[in-house]
């Protein structure tokens, strides 16, 4: 497996029609009736890491770029959203790769944290990502690609964090200044 696949990091508008496609399959088989043909579930995410096997997708995390308010204080993530890998090439490290990859372009760019939510307990925790609690968390609900509201929850159950600078996860509300990813 290690080097019959390789990762590019591609900026979400230079994805052309057939990656899309690709992408859009992969999504569908990984979260099944979820992203009703796109390839976004809420959001566009501003870059994904995507793995090819020749020129065929085969994983991908998208990132959104993004300050949120923690504590009050102003922090810079990389979100990474809707992680997956086609089901035939599961179990050897695709994932935890694809957060290395991620992972590795934060750490020499202006970013605070890693943030994921995330139900993989096993997956994440090994990767080096801790969980948040209390969460409580504001957020603007977007359903069916439209603004709803904006609500606030506790999200200990979910939230994952990874910090880059060494420094510790300001203690307080989470505000997302956007949808939740
Ligand atoms: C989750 C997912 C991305 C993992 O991809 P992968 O390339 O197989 O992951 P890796 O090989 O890097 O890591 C596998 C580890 O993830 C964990 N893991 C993977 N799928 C899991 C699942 N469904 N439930 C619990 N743990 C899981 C296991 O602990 C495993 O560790 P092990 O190999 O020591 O047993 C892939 O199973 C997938 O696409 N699932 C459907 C979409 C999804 O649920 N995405 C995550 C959203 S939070």
Partial sequence: MAN??????V????IDTRTATQIV???DESFPDTFDGRTFFKQLPHFRYLAFEGETVIGQ???DHRVIRVGGKITRIFGIIDL???PARRGVGLAADLLKQVERRAATSNVDFLVLMGDLDTLYIANGFQHVAPAMTKWLV???????????RDLSDCFLIKPLKGENWPVGQIDMVGYLF
């Fill in 4 to 9: 019959d696949y390789h990762v590019r990091c």
């Fill in 11 to 14: 900026p979400e508008y230079e």
């Fill in 25 to 27: 399959a992969l999504l």
């Fill in 61 to 63: 995390a998208g990132v």
């Fill in 84 to 86: 997956c890998v086609t």
């Fill in 142 to 152: 977007v359903e069916d690609v439209e603004s709803v509201a904006v609500i606030e």
